[in-house]
């Protein structure tokens, strides 16, 4: 129950726990000096209020830096019912959206190197818990964010250049799923070697779902999957398929991932991830695929993929930690690499050890913060309505909405279950030609449109346009171009992407027909 009482500036002063939350003196000029201190010379553009009360470091955030976006975070609805003054993107206990699902809607990737975060303290320490909540949520959000950046960069180019090299050279597309009642999503941590044992004995029950790089340990053992997802583009995603040299296998994959999978399927469920040019392609082709969007990591396409062909489904080796200095299950093909890369004054015991600890970090409570946290927010956030999830034999992470299984557990959940009838053979796509006509006809109306670009809302970017091949092309430029509004630098972040499409179009050319 939150209190009011005048303060001696005539302001209200908002009281809770039996503390105020605002100065008894002059709330307004208290809010000041929290603006002034946390924002300093800076005018960021984007500020997010963690606790706010009546609105006065709203209003003070706002008359330190006027234009700025102000996101409001009320930790109580009385405050929220009582706040004179509203932005546009508020969240209260009440709003019927967790802080996950606001922080992701508010929050946008392109935005976030121009973004700040004020907690109001007094709020923090009459709300603790609603508040270390919102904290930790604001953190994910803004790693996801980042990652998601650091990826474009990073391989940005390299999807453009996966998309046009697997549309030429795919010629047979699935356009369908089978239908199972029991799902099995196998990823890689060190806890699926637990899991082996279990789920070979119950193979016949269930239908089995792979990430690339569980496929080696999967094989030792004597386990196929019925069906491997792909998405990352790099080379290493590729090394991991090497048993597909030995048995052909089924694949569901965007045009993004790493090129020539169609070597080793004998199916290819096709995902589009919703790029520009993905879209464009499988709009104006035809071509049938399945709608699954970017979502960062392999493990959760593959959770989307087994909710849409059965409604239970297992998850094992998805730790989200190592174990000791292990990172994956073994045999791996990452621990086959790493023992060619040791040398005297770098032994292989220290680059797994820096690999397993080196690079994390500690959070203020002492828990481990870094990528598996990043991923653990993100299934913690995600929304998988419908499904029963479990984890086999898990890790002590625990993951919300997934309820551990042990073994026999597991062998009952199979009992009088049976995996599903093979699919249909796919569909066979245009000839070659047809194909380079159709992506020379999109890439020429790219060039043509990015002609023409000028700078915009950073949300434009990641739309599935033309614009978007400004971000995936030249990420770092047109971060600078939208914190600097330098037209000379926005130019040069379209004269990237226009130079990587000519580059497409002279591969598409020399494609042989």
């Known amino acids: 129950m939150v209190r009011f009482a005048e ?89 019927g959206l967790s802080l996950d699902g606001f922080f992701r809607r508010v929050i946008h990737e392109l935005e976030i190197e121009d973004l700040t975060f004020i907690e109001w303290v007094p709020s923090a320490k009459a709300y603790p818990v609603v508040a270390a909540t919102a904290l930790n949520s604001l953190r994910r959000t803004i790693a996801i964010c980042n990652g998601n950046v650091s990826t474009t960069a990073g391989f940005g180019k ?24 029991l799902v099995v999503v196998a990823a890689s941590g060190p806890s699926l070697q637990n899991s082996m044992k279990t789920l070979l004995e119950n193979r016949s029950t269930f239908f089995l779902i792979a990430l690339p790089s569980s496929l080696i340990a999967l094989a030792e053992s004597g386990i196929w999957p019925d069906l491997l997802v792909i998405t990352d583009p790099g080379y290493y995603s590729g090394v991991h398929l090497a048993p597909a040299s030995q048995r052909s ?11 020539d999978t169609g070597r080793y399927a004998s199916q290819i469920v096709l995902l589009n991830q919703g790029t520009f040019l993905e879209n464009a392609l499988l709009k104006r082709s035809g071509i049938p695929h399945l709608q699954v969007g970017q979502i960062g990591t392999v493990a959760g396409t593959a959770l989307l993929l087994a909710g849409a062909i059965g409604t239970t489904v297992v998850v094992t080796g998805l730790d989200l930690t190592h174990r000791d200095m292990q990172t994956h299950v073994r045999p791996h093909a990452f621990d086959r690499l790493l023992d060619c890369t040791g040398k005297r004054t770098l032994p292989v015991q220290t680059i797994k050890y820096l690999r397993a600890f080196g690079n994390r970090l500690r959070s203020d409570s002492g828990g481990e913060i870094g990528a598996y946290n990043t991923y653990a927010g993100w299934f913690t956030s995600a929304a998988f309505p419908g499904l029963s999830l479990y984890r086999l034999l898990p890790s002590p992470v625990s993951i919300d909405g997934m309820k551990p299984l042990d073994a026999e557990a597991f062998t009952i959940l199979c009992a009088a279950r049976s995996r599903p009838e093979p699919w249909r053979n796919g569909d066979i796509l245009p000839p070659v030609k047809k194909k380079k006509s159709l992506l020379l006809s999109i890439l020429t109306e790219a060039r043509s449109a990015l002609q023409k670009a000028e700078p915009e809302n950073p949300r434009e970017y990641t739309k599935p346009t033309p614009l978007s091949m400004v971000y995936i092309a030249s990420a770092q430029t047109l971060l600078k171009a939208l914190k600097s509004a330098d037209t000379g630098v926005f130019e040069e972040a ?19 027909a």
């Open 249 to 259: 296998i089924n694949a569901a994959m965007p045009y993004t991932a790493v090129r």
């Open 7 to 95: 303060s001696k500036s005539g302001s209200l002063a908002a009281i809770a726990n039996g503390a105020y939350l605002n100065s008894r003196y002059d709330p307004v000029e208290e809010a000041r000096k929290v603006a002034a201190s946390k924002l300093g010379s800076a005018h960021p553009k984007t500020v997010i209020i963690l606790g706010e009360t009546l609105g006065y470091l709203t209003e003070a955030v706002a008359a330190h830096s006027p234009g700025c976006r102000c996101v409001q975070v009320f930790y109580d609805g009385d405050l929220y019912e009582r706040c004179p003054v509203r932005t546009v993107a508020v969240w209260h206990p009440a709003a």
């Open 494 to 512: 379209v004269a990237g992407a226009i130079g990587l499409i000519d580059e497409l179009a002279d591969y598409v050319d020399a494609w042989p």
């Open 158 to 181: 390299r999807w453009l250049r996966n998309t046009v090299h697997n549309y030429l050279a795919v010629d047979r597309i699935s356009d369908t799923l089978p239908k199972a009642d």
